[in-house]
């Protein structure tokens, strides 16, 4: 068994945290982020909770902040423990590591803080924490755990029924990178004021617009926020190049541009973590190239495979759920209304959650440095593409808070839909009907390109249809016209 010091060790000292080296990074960045989900937490309720999100995005940074805030409440610093479990194998050394630390405070009822990054590295840790739990080891306990895989994290924690102990919400939590509206609270402080003004931090502000556009109305907090237009795209169009990433938005913060280093180190942990479930480097950059090359295009299983050295179209179809667990790439599915879900086996939409994340993924699988081409990318027809990419994973946040739930499932509630004659970018499903939104990046557009909404909302008397457009904002019989940048800030 591992034994712990305990004769005053360094980690015991509340002050020591502001000399962690994610908290002087964080502290050091020209933008600081934190992440509205940092307060989603009950730190005083019997919980597991999980966090899961991609490589990069800051998962560490936030348990430091969270022990940083519980220190600041002057929380025993004893009754704070924080592991990374890089190097831990199997349940058995998990247990006793946490074991340690637990013997320290057993003459101490106060609630202890577990901290566990990167658990995922730990195979069937699930088993460890089952032993904690069913041994009463964890009463009076707060525990989170970290993985960068959706699909380990989440399987792992349904091994776990009836041992997550109190929440009244969601115990799965994901981070992803920053979306828009958060992009434009940490990098301008008069929008900070104004989200904060408006009330949009609260979902239930947010969806009420939502709610209020579907009803064919323009929301008053619309009409200020236009106000703001000018500065809105100007972030926006920084959004497109650095995505919601924090070390490439502190790059551009103060360079002007994204460092290689900053795109290589995204690209090798990311492709190393995915290797570990035995899937073939090959495999992985050509199958990227095939979906950037047809992104937010309709494709089949066997229209991807071609061009590539995959020999059967199940293999591209695992492929794609490994990047759609790794949160790289949104598979979208067409909407069956017969059957009111996905339709899987007619053709997808391949979406990517994060403009950093695609520019890093673009410049390695072509070979090019990846700052030059992210611009070369975005003075063409490849922009309009990604900003729907963008509305896309915005989507299934709203998806999201409309039904927050630890079984949340994106394509289930995030669809497109076709006819004969017509189509939707995207449809959310709901309770009765079906919201569309449809992106026509430009200035205008006409009756003919949107036609696909009236198909779709045909017999939903008081539903219309969402355009998401550059810069035009209106109101006609049965759709609203948006722009991505106030759109964008309201979800």
Same mark, same amino acid.
């Given at each position: =068994?591992?034994?712990?010091?305990?004769?005053?060790?360094?980690?015991?000292?509340?002050?020591?945290?502001?000399?962690?080296?994610?908290?002087?990074?964080?502290?050091?960045?020209?933008?600081?982020?934190?992440?509205?989900?940092?307060?989603?937490?009950?730190?005083?309720?019997?919980?597991?909770?999980?966090?899961?999100?991609?490589?990069?995005?800051?998962?560490?940074?936030?348990?430091?902040?969270? &022990?940083? @805030?519980?220190?600041?409440?002057?929380?025993? *610093?004893?009754?704070?423990?924080?592991?990374?479990?890089?190097?831990?194998?199997?349940?058995?050394?998990?247990?006793?590591?946490?074991?340690?630390?637990?013997?320290?405070?057993?003459?101490?009822?106060?609630?202890?803080?577990?901290?566990?990054?990167?658990?995922?590295?730990?195979?069937?840790?699930?088993?460890?924490?089952?032993?904690?739990?069913?041994?009463?080891?964890?009463?009076?306990?707060?525990?989170?755990?970290?993985?960068?895989?959706?699909?380990?994290?989440?399987?792992?924690?349904?091994?776990?029924?009836?041992?997550?102990?109190?929440?009244?919400?969601?115990? @799965?939590?994901?981070?992803?990178?920053?979306?828009?509206?958060?992009?434009?609270?940490?990098? @301008?402080?008069?929008?900070?004021?104004?989200?904060?003004?408006?009330?949009?931090?609260?979902?239930?502000?947010?969806?009420?617009?939502?709610?209020?556009?579907?009803?064919?109305?323009?929301?008053?907090?619309?009409?200020?926020?236009?106000?703001?237009?000018?500065?809105?795209?100007?972030?926006?169009?920084?959004?497109?190049?650095?995505?919601?990433?924090?070390?490439?938005?502190?790059?551009?913060?103060?360079?002007?541009? &994204?460092?290689?280093?900053?795109?290589?180190?995204?690209?090798?942990?990311?492709?190393?973590? !995915?290797?570990?479930?035995?899937?073939?480097?090959?495999?992985?950059?050509?199958?990227?190239?095939?979906?950037?090359?047809?992104?937010?295009?309709?494709?089949?299983?066997?229209?991807?495979?071609?061009?590539?050295?995959?020999?059967?179209?199940?293999?591209?179809?695992?492929?794609?759920?490994?990047?759609?667990?790794?949160?790289?790439?949104?598979?979208?599915?067409?909407?069956?209304?017969?059957?009111?879900?996905?339709?899987?086996?007619?053709?997808?939409?391949?979406?990517?959650? @994060?403009?950093?994340?695609?520019?890093?993924?673009?410049?390695?699988?072509?070979?090019? *440095?990846?700052?030059?081409?992210?611009?070369?990318?975005?003075?063409?027809?490849?922009?309009?593409?990604?900003?729907?990419?963008?509305?896309?994973?915005?989507?299934?946040?709203?998806?999201?808070?409309?039904?927050?739930?630890? $079984?949340? $499932?994106?394509? =289930?509630?995030? =669809?497109?839909?076709?006819?004969?004659?017509? $189509?939707?970018?995207?449809? &959310?499903?709901?309770?009765?009907?079906? &919201?569309?939104?449809?992106?026509?990046?430009?200035?205008?557009?006409?009756?003919? $390109?949107?036609?696909?909404?009236?198909?779709?909302?045909?017999?939903?008397?008081?539903?219309?249809? !969402?355009?998401?457009?550059?810069?035009? =904002?209106?109101?006609?019989?049965?759709?609203?016209?948006?722009?991505?940048?106030?759109?964008?800030?309201?979800?």
């Amino acid at each position: =068994m591992l034994s712990l010091p305990t004769q005053n060790p360094w980690w015991l000292k509340a002050e020591a945290i502001e000399s962690d080296s994610k908290i002087v990074e964080f502290l050091e960045n020209p933008v600081k982020w934190e992440p509205r989900i940092k307060f989603v937490f009950n730190m005083e309720a019997d919980s597991v909770y999980t966090l899961r999100g991609p490589r990069q995005v800051g998962k560490t940074t936030l348990l430091k902040l969270l &022990i940083r @805030d519980l220190l600041r409440r002057d929380v025993d *610093p004893r009754k704070i423990f924080y592991w990374a479990c890089d190097l831990i194998e199997g349940p058995k050394g998990l247990v006793n590591i946490v074991e340690d630390f637990l013997e320290l405070n057993r003459f101490n009822e106060e609630r202890r803080y577990i901290f566990l990054d990167e658990i995922s590295a730990v195979k069937d840790w699930q088993r460890g924490i089952k032993h904690l739990h069913d041994t009463g080891r964890l009463h009076n306990t707060t525990l989170i755990l970290t993985g960068s895989h959706s699909l380990d994290i989440r399987r792992a924690a349904e091994r776990l029924p009836g041992r997550r102990g109190q929440s009244t919400g969601p115990v @799965d939590k994901v981070l992803l990178p920053m979306k828009f509206a958060e992009y434009v609270e940490a990098r @301008d402080k008069e929008l900070e004021r104004l989200i904060d003004d408006l009330d949009l931090r609260r979902a239930d502000k947010r969806i009420a617009l939502i709610e209020e556009m579907t009803k064919g109305e323009i929301p008053r907090t619309l009409d200020e926020l236009s106000l703001y237009s000018d500065r809105l795209y100007a972030h926006f169009n920084d959004y497109l190049i650095t995505g919601g990433v924090p070390r490439s938005i502190n790059d551009y913060a103060r360079y002007g541009e &994204i460092r290689q280093e900053t795109y290589s180190t995204y690209v090798q942990v990311t492709i190393g973590d !995915i290797l570990r479930w035995d899937k073939r480097e090959i495999y992985i950059a050509q199958l990227l190239k095939r979906v950037i090359d047809t992104l937010s295009s309709q494709v089949s299983w066997r229209s991807l495979r071609k061009g590539t050295d995959i020999g059967h179209e199940t293999t591209v179809s695992d492929y794609i759920d490994v990047l759609k667990s790794s949160f790289i790439l949104c598979p979208l599915y067409v909407l069956d209304r017969s059957r009111r879900g996905p339709n899987y086996s007619k053709e997808k939409k391949i979406h990517f959650r @994060d403009p950093f994340i695609f520019h890093a993924l673009n410049g390695w699988v072509n070979q090019t *440095p990846s700052y030059p081409e992210t611009l070369n990318f975005l003075s063409g027809e490849g922009k309009t593409r990604l900003v729907e990419s963008v509305v896309c994973d915005h989507l299934i946040r709203l998806a999201y808070n409309i039904y927050p739930t630890d $079984e949340f $499932e994106p394509t =289930m509630n995030l =669809m497109y839909w076709k006819s004969k004659k017509s $189509e939707v970018d995207f449809v &959310i499903k709901t309770n009765a009907e079906y &919201i569309p939104f449809e992106v026509k990046y430009s200035s205008s557009f006409t009756r003919g $390109e949107i036609n696909g909404i009236y198909s779709l909302t045909n017999g939903y008397r008081d539903t219309n249809g !969402i355009v998401i457009t550059r810069d035009l =904002m209106s109101k006609e019989k049965g759709v609203i016209s948006i722009p991505a940048h106030i759109f964008l800030t309201l979800i």
